[in-house]
């Protein structure tokens, strides 16, 4: 007997998240696109010049101060002096730039068919933790490794309480490659990666527990987008969302079944939708982030389990 979720609650909540990814991404493309025109090329010349400008100036002014060599003046004008137009100041004004941080994903497990639910307070706190480097152009690579563990009543419909209970793991690692294309109030990021996954659920019972586990490694793809809606010298606030989906291959295990692998797929979806505050110091930025997330992880002879929940981001930018 397996727990089972309203599949019209199930629905509505899948069908907000895609109608979320789309609007996002239709209105983050549109000034992409914008952003590969003309103007766009003449506007980022006048910043090359500007910036240009701003060093002459610096030169000039190294040649009348008086004591020390001109890199030193240099060092201490050019800050106040040479523009930075960018959305990631600290990022996008040096030539590659290092993120990381940790992520707290606060799930509630549920099985996607079978007879039985899960208490309604069931769930679980899991860490994501995350470091990865980007370029000045756009490319980046990118690691992140994320696990979590709940354990809730079983109880039926119809009949109430049972004594049955249901133990829920999973944990999953990426390794990631992407392209960040930025433009004037944010960023599409898309990539792809390997990735490894494993889900186990035990079903306990008074004297008896049944386990069942899959594990596998493959490939996935993801994308994110960011549209900040307010930005001042210090601050930004942004929209974001983002999507993923890994095909991973490996063994399925039962405790019925002791020392028999079977082959079997494991395939993790993802969707998030959230809002970012960014605050820009000297030499590094604080990032905070807060989402509504949804995972469905579909096994290979197992039931499909589904994680939803909210994600805190805390991260630093340096």
């Known amino acids: 007997m397996l727990p089972a979720i309203p599949r019209n609650r199930r629905e509505a909540v899948m069908s907000f998240f895609r109608c979320a990814l789309f609007l996002f991404l239709l209105n983050c493309a549109s000034p992409w696109l914008r952003a590969q025109t003309f103007d766009f090329a003449y506007s980022d010349l006048e910043r090359r010049i500007a910036s240009l400008e701003a060093a002459e100036r610096v ?167 960011r549209h900040r809606f307010y930005h001042s010298d210090r601050v930004d606030w942004a929209l974001i969302t983002r999507g993923r989906y890994a095909m991973t291959t490996g063994t399925v295990t039962d405790s019925d079944f002791p020392g028999v692998e079977l082959d079997g797929n494991l395939n993790v979806g993802e969707a998030a939708f959230g809002v970012e505050f960014e605050r820009r110091f000297q030499r590094c930025s604080f990032v905070a982030q807060y989402l509504m997330e949804t995972q469905t992880w579909s096994p290979t002879d197992m039931e499909n389990v589904n994680f939803l929940g909210s994600t805190v981001r805390l991260g630093l930018t340096w």
């Not at 990022?91 to 996607?112: M, N, R």
């Not at 944990?171 to 898309?190: K, P, Q």
Request: glycine fraction near 14%.
């Open 59 to 225: 030169d000039r002014i190294d040649t009348v101060l008086e004591g020390g060599p001109p890199a030193v003046h240099q060092a201490q004008h050019t800050e106040d002096i040479v523009p930075c137009d960018c959305d990631f100041c600290t990022q996008q004004c040096h030539d590659s730039f290092w993120y990381s941080g940790v992520e707290l994903t606060i799930f509630k497990p549920t099985i996607a068919t079978g007879a039985l639910n899960l208490e309604e307070d069931t769930g679980g706190v899991g860490p994501r933790v995350y470091l990865g480097w980007e370029a000045a152009s756009g490319f980046g690579v990118r690691t992140r490794f994320w696990g979590i563990e709940a354990e809730g009543a079983l109880f039926d419909p119809l009949t109430g309480p049972t004594p049955l209970s249901m133990q829920t793991t999973a944990a999953r690692f990426d390794f990631d490659l992407y392209r960040n294309f930025r433009f004037e109030n944010g960023s599409l990021l898309v990539g792809a990666g390997v990735s490894g996954a494993g889900l186990e659920y035990s079903l306990i019972s008074p004297g008896l527990t049944q386990t069942m586990e899959t594990i596998g490694a493959g490939v996935s793809v993801f994308a994110e987008g």
